[in-house]
């Protein structure tokens, strides 16, 4: 296989995040250094700064300062420093992230809600100031970042330095085209369902380069989970620190089917199992973003190696993906094995120096199925 540095483009692994610290990648001013433990395999967790501003309306940056627009829709400020600050349910916050970037010419960001995140339904998107899109950052940009907040479930309680983005470089377009992923399937398998990978004449190539996979309902009890209305307050930070069933209800499917309740947040799980090669990161996106009825998949990227556990036959056989759901105007029907999500895949400079939860101190979702965030128990 030919280096990923000969290629196209490709995401920086670990290694190359490693070294722009102190010239790519700063800590603003007066914010502790960037810790080697921020870093992923091919990402890099960004940490919350002391403040988080009330807004009355989130807003996209363009010709007018964040500043300026901040000073015109901030209506209180809390503080996250200490045991940190209760975000309310429904609102919108802006808050500083400690990281600012300084990139080169030749190197893009791009940035997504961390696995946690999503789980606990806290909607989040990165503004980058001057720039006219959330969660990206043009070749060259240097500057601040900022991030909005807007707990949709449950009231969470942050605390500056609490990690709820991750950000990821690349030099060039690093996805993949369809003819290349067809080859890496034929290589190795991305997806297994059962005890065997999906062949690849059974898997649906999309014309982005991407794998269009499925809803798993069958053969799970349950099926699913429902955030609960009017519950106490998260804690982000606490892994662990809650039970279950005082924030979720279970949802069954006895049939393959259920009904989505509009405005109700649901988690669910992948019918296959993926597999992230090492040279590789993938990321989890919509099907049709057209789709009026729901909207999923709030986090979705993989880092190299996610789902490369192997097996005592010496294959792999992968971990499901945790898709994050809400459904939106009308009761909507969803059955097992229905095309759910799509998973495209992006080439990195290299293999990177720890894959995928390797040596990390915090839990990882390495074996996770049907798995709520970290700060919940394991649900009976």
């Not at 429902?226 to 979720?248: I, L, M, Y």
């Not at 095309?339 to 894959?355: A, E, I, K």
Request: net charge negative; hydrophobic share 40%.
């Amino acid at each position: 296989m030919n280096d990923a540095r000969d290629c196209a483009g490709h995401l920086l692994v670990d290694r190359d995040l490693e070294a722009l610290f102190g010239s790519a990648l700063l800590p603003r001013p007066g914010a502790p250094p960037i810790a080697l433990d921020q870093l992923q395999a091919a990402s890099l967790d960004l940490r919350i700064g002391s403040f988080a501003s009330r807004i009355r309306a989130g807003f996209l940056p363009g010709r007018t300062a964040l500043e300026a627009r901040l000073e015109q829709l901030e209506t209180s400020r809390l503080w996250l420093g200490g045991d940190g600050a209760v975000l309310e349910k429904g609102l919108v916050y802006l808050v500083p992230l400690e990281e600012q970037l300084a990139l080169p010419s030749d190197v893009s960001a791009a940035f997504n809600p961390r696995s946690s995140t999503g789980r606990c339904d806290l909607f989040t998107r990165v503004l980058v100031p001057g720039h006219p899109r959330f969660n990206e950052a043009p070749a060259g940009y240097h500057g601040r970042l900022w991030l909005e907040v807007s707990p949709l479930s449950f009231p969470v309680r942050l605390k500056r330095g609490d990690r709820l983005c991750q950000l990821r470089l690349a030099r060039g377009e690093p996805a993949l085209s369809t003819e290349e992923l067809r080859a890496e399937y034929e290589r190795t398998p991305l997806c297994w369902r059962g005890d065997r990978p999906v062949p690849a004449a059974d898997v649906r190539f999309d014309d982005a380069g991407g794998i269009e996979l499925h809803l798993g309902l069958e053969g799970r009890e349950p099926a699913g989970w429902r955030a609960q209305g009017h519950t106490g307050v998260v804690n982000f930070s606490r892994e662990g620190g809650h039970d279950p069933r005082e924030f979720w209800e279970p949802v069954h499917a006895p049939s393959g089917t259920c009904i989505l309740s509009p405005g109700s947040f649901y988690i669910f799980a992948s019918r296959e199992r993926v597999v992230i090669p090492p040279h590789l990161a993938a990321e989890m996106l919509p099907v049709d973003v057209d789709v009026g009825e729901m909207r999923n998949n709030y986090a979705g990227f993989f880092d190299n190696g996610f789902g490369c556990s192997e097996t005592t036959e010496g294959g792999r056989q992968g971990t499901a993906a945790v898709l994050e759901v809400r459904a939106h105007d009308v009761p909507f029907l969803v059955e097992d094995g229905q095309v759910f999500f799509r998973l495209r895949f992006y080439r990195s400079s290299g293999v990177p120096t720890r894959l995928y939860a390797e040596g990390r101190k915090q839990s990882s979702y390495r074996d996770q199925d049907l798995t709520l965030a970290r700060c919940f128990r394991r649900a009976p």
